[in-house]
């Protein structure tokens, strides 16, 4: 639909006696102010009740193990990441090898392998029960030493194979975009290919290797399973144990806020290492960096591994669960025929789908309040609904349990009988109260970037034939923001599917998920019956990835097509 038959179809509505082109617009900021104060409304009842309560509590038992625990997991999955992804970005940037075009896409699969089903598919096949250390006591005797896998190196190594496309896509956009004549001038210089990346292309692309780590650093922070599958207590793990365990809410509380820190640590440190410089693209024209073959055996030894790279993240585990469906039907007939699997399965896409709906109306109310206004104040406010994304799910989970109890002591205080009788911390929906702070994020920059890319004019010249703001979204924005409407919601679907600390911490008796069921399941080691809903949510993560892969592969077509 072109945006001159949006203008038509948006039509000049009569106009009431005293309307203006303008009216409703400061209704609109409002709304995007009561969104931001929605979000950050639990997240700032953790902290403030975790401040409060200093001194009225005891710290936990051993929360200085579980910082040191829980840095050194994030400086150890970072590293493995940096060295893993950035790795494989040089190599299939800057090297042409045999399959280089393929894996080029294919490296990207393991980010749809989740960390917690990665983990439990790598024990099964490397711990003390497991055909790898079976094989070694058979070959070498039942005395040979093996190091233990349930460890904090086992942690960092199946993180890693699993987080490393977040740095992966970065590095490697951001080797693709400099522009040719920087690293030309550097090869007019004398500098070799190697010299130009240490001194010229690492530099520049601080700030991508930056992000990347970043992100990598907070998904580990947010891990509640896989750490657990191999006995390493993080202070994340801490604040579902306190909670549920010793029901020390104050104590769950501060360590809630700790982890808080921790997320705006990461971000800092974000912040400090693409430092006081700007990076700017200029423009020119130059060959650019030309991948250079790989002969012979080297060239054979790059494919060998990105082979290894994306069978251990994303192949292996796969095979391997699909092994096990499939072992499990040909002993138990009745074993795909579990009640409780469609349950489950129903209740995931339920929530999900509510989850991916409610984002989306509240990504296009904010993104459409900014575009109205466009003042200072809805564009920091419309930031603010943004950060629940970089706060670990149980701190947000406890966030929602906190606010709610005070409105239900308000609403007592006022009178109410019963106050909120629990309607919203005994059901599903603080579930999806809490999904929406979380996942508010990725629906409203995946909308507001199809909003900046209509024309400021079109809505001007909406607003001067009469049309209302409620008008003009459904209209105008609306018809013209589609694509990224249908991305916001496949991205917060798929995000709510794999979310697992928020569901353990707020769901109802009797109410599970598939990630839930899956965590169950294999922490009593049943990998068998934990194989069909993992499967499920890996066939459900991999579609956002191949619409990453599709625009990624769109983004440098453009690139190689502009002069």
């Given at each position: ?228 599958y191999f006995n390493v207590q993080t202070v994340s793990v801490g604040v579902y144990l306190i909670w549920k365990g010793t029901f020390n809410f104050h104590a769950a509380t501060q360590l809630a806020v700790l982890v808080l820190l921790f997320a705006v640590a990461v971000l800092a440190a974000e912040r400090a290492l693409r430092g006081r410089a700007r990076y700017h693209r200029q ?161 409203y920059q995946a909308v507001d970037a199809s909003f900046t890319k209509i024309p400021a004019t079109i809505t001007a010249s909406a607003l001067s034939l009469g049309a209302g703001p409620r008008r003009i979204l459904a209209r105008v924005h609306f018809p013209l923001a589609r694509s990224g409407i249908a991305v916001a919601l496949m991205l917060v679907a798929i995000d709510a599917v ?66």
């Open positions: 639909m072109t945006e001159t038959a949006v203008l038509a179809q948006a039509g000049t509505p009569k106009r009431r006696p005293g309307r203006t082109a303008g009216a409703g617009r400061p209704a609109w900021s409002a709304l995007v102010a009561v969104v931001a104060v929605v979000v950050a409304t639990p997240v700032l009842a953790v902290v403030f009740d975790g401040l409060g309560s200093l001194g009225s509590t005891a710290p936990p038992r051993g929360l200085a193990g579980m910082v040191a625990t829980t840095l050194l997991l994030m400086g150890g999955v970072a590293a493995g990441s940096l060295l893993v992804g950035g790795g494989l970005a040089w190599l299939v940037t800057a090297y042409r090898f045999p399959l280089r075009n393929v894996f080029v896409w294919l490296l990207v699969l393991p980010l749809a392998v989740p960390a917690y089903i990665l983990g439990f598919v790598f024990l099964s096949v490397f711990d003390v029960s497991g055909p790898v250390q079976a094989a070694l006591r058979g070959f070498l005797g039942a005395d040979i030493w093996v190091p233990e896998v349930r460890s904090l190196p086992g942690a960092v190594l199946v993180m890693s194979l699993s987080l490393y496309p977040y740095v992966y896509l970065l590095a490697r956009t951001a080797l693709l975009e400099h522009s040719p004549g920087t690293y030309d001038a550097a090869r007019t210089l004398g500098a070799g290919q190697g010299r130009t990346l240490r001194k010229v292309l690492l530099p520049l692309a601080r700030p991508s290797l930056a992000a990347g780590m970043s992100l990598v650093m907070m998904e580990t922070l947010t891990d509640f399973a896989t750490v657990q423009g020119g024209r130059g060959q650019g960096l030309q991948p250079r073959r790989l002969q012979g055996g080297r060239g054979w030894a790059a494919t060998a591994v990105c082979t290894v790279a994306v069978s251990t993240g994303f192949l292996i585990p796969v095979i391997q669960l699909l092994a096990w469906a499939v072992g499990g039907a040909a002993k138990n007939p009745g074993f795909l025929a579990d009640p409780r699997f469609g349950e489950y399965i129903i209740n995931t896409l339920l929530v999900a789908a509510v989850t991916a709906a409610a984002c989306v109306l509240l990504a296009m109310t904010v993104g459409h309040g900014v575009r109205l206004n466009g003042g200072r104040f809805a564009s920091a406010a419309a930031q603010v609904t943004t950060f629940g994304y970089a706060v670990p799910g149980a701190v947000v989970g406890i966030g929602v349990l906190i606010s709610f109890a005070a409105l239900d002591t308000a609403l007592e205080r006022a009178g109410v009988p019963g106050g909120t009788g629990l309607l919203v911390t005994g059901s599903v929906l603080g579930i999806l109260y809490a999904y929406v702070i979380r996942f508010l994020a990725p629906a794999k979310e697992l600390p928020i569901v353990l911490l707020l769901r109802p008796f009797g109410f599970t998920t598939a990630s839930v069921w899956v965590y169950e399941l294999a922490r009593e080691n049943f990998w068998e019956k934990a194989s069909l809903p993992a499967l499920v949510i890996v066939a459900a993560a991999v579609l956002p990835v191949l619409v990453l892969v599709r625009q990624a592969r769109r983004a440098e077509t453009d690139r190689k097509a502009r002069p």
